[in-house]
Each structure stands twice: as C-alpha cells, then as structure tokens.
T-cell receptor
Framework: SAVISQKPSRDICQRGTSLTIQCQVD?????MFWYRQQPGQSLTLIAT?????????ESGFVIDKFPISRPNLTFSTLTVSNMSPEDSSIYLC????????????FGPGTRLTVT | GDSVTQMEGPVTLSEEAFLTINCTYT??????LFWYVQYPGEGLQLLLK?????DKGSNKGFEATYRKETTSFHLEKGSVQVSDSAVYFC?????????????FGKGMKLTVNP
C-alpha cells in the first residue's frame, strides 16, 4: 500500500495566477496520476506521470496549462497556470504499483477556488 | 467511449438498513470493474473488484456481482453501519494506447445515521 499527502489542502486564488500542488508518497512508486473533480462530476484524468518519462496528457489537457514535474519516485507537482474560475475543482493525485493500475492510492485532494 | 453511470445521491439510511448502489457501464468488450470508497477526510481507496462476468467482489461486508447481460455492477450491503458513511465510486478500467486508465462514475454520498 501507499500513503499519499497533498499540499495545500485548499486554496483560494485570483484569476490569472498559478498554483502548484504537491503530492508526496511514503514509498517509491512507478505510476502517478493527476485527476480533476469538478463540482457534481466524476474524476477526470488529467495526466499520467510515470518515473523516467515525460507526463502523458489526456485529451483536453495541455502541458502549458497543467505542467507536471516528477523529480523522483516519491514526489510530483501539478501546476494550474493562468487560472480562471472554470479551474475551480478538487485536484487529486494517485499512485499505483507497476502492473496494478486498477489499485490506485489517492491523496485527500486539493480544493481550489478561483475568484 | 467507455463510461460509468451511478445512481444519484445523496442517500441517507438508518443503521442496519439494506444498501444498494446501482452502477451500469458502457464499454467495448468486458472490462474489469471496481468500487472505490472515500471516507470523510481521506483519499479514495479500492473497496472491491471483479475481473470477469459473474465474478463477485466482496470486502467489509460489501458485495458486487459483474452482470454482463445487464452491464451492471451494483454494490450491496445487508446491514450498514455509521462507519460506512462515505462517497462510493464505481469504476472500470480502460486500455488505451497500451496503458490502462480508470474511468469513474460521479460518486454517491451515503450517510448512515445511528
């Protein structure tokens, strides 16, 4: 198993600014994912950030808007750039061990409000 | 594309009541199916899974059976407890471009009162 922590837990930001969300894991994991959960919606995968490769973005998400860093096997950041009110969401990171994508361990999420 | 549809919530039950949370899916082929649970203040965690038709996943008194003919994976528990208060997500796994990705339903919030 893995225990995930995220920082910040919540934030209120002005439009046009950027916020970097940190995800820390208590063990070394290969696979890491970033999701967005908009109000009343399901979780939507933003990107997959595996160790040793560039992040892979899902349709509708671009690196300029959501740059991701994965400097090592226990840490990742997601930046939400040039924010607008439509970016108000809960952002979640999760990890999985190789070959067990179905069993993801999630952080508690970062609740972002853009005004 | 692949998708999961869950019954809308929130739902409030009394302790020891019977619980059913409906989940249906649309997918190419027969994907593995999952239920995740998010307790207050915590991250989502895997509750149970089923990998093929007629499989029954079970954990913590919860059960769900993979029904191919109705493309369903309903979650049931015979007697809920206050500690079962959480948000429940149905999910399937999709293979795309050689990688696997989870596709989630919207989640359903359950509150159990003593």
């Amino acid at each position: 198993s893995a225990v995930i922590s995220q920082k910040p837990s919540r934030d209120i930001c002005q439009r046009g600014t950027s916020l970097t969300i940190q995800c820390q894991v208590d063990s070394q994991v290969t696979m890491m994912f970033w999701y967005r959960q908009q109000p009343g919606q399901s979780l939507t995968l933003i990107a997959t950030a595996n160790q040793g490769s560039e992040a892979t973005y899902e349709s509708g998400f671009v690196i300029d808007k959501f740059p991701i860093s994965r400097p090592n096997l226990t840490f990742s950041t997601l930046t939400v750039s040039n924010m607008s009110p439509e970016d108000s969401s809960i952002y979640l990171c999760s990890v999985a061990f190789w070959g067990r994508t179905y069993e993801q361990y999630f952080g508690p999420g970062t609740r972002l409000t853009v005004t | 594309g692949d998708s999961v549809t869950q019954m809308e919530g929130p739902v409030t039950l009394s302790e020891e009541a019977f619980l059913t949370i409906n989940c249906t899916y649309t997918a190419t082929g027969y994907p593995s199916l999952f239920w995740y649970v998010q307790y207050p203040g915590e991250g989502l965690q895997l509750l149970l899974k089923a990998t093929k038709a007629d499989d029954k996943g079970s954990n913590k008194g919860f059960e769900a059976t993979y029904r191919k003919e109705t493309t369903s994976f309903h979650l049931e528990k015979g007697s809920v407890q206050v500690s079962d208060s959480a948000v429940y997500f149905c999910a399937l796994i999709r293979t795309q471009g050689g990688s696997e990705k989870l596709v989630f339903g919207k989640g359903m919030k359950l509150t159990v009162n003593p």
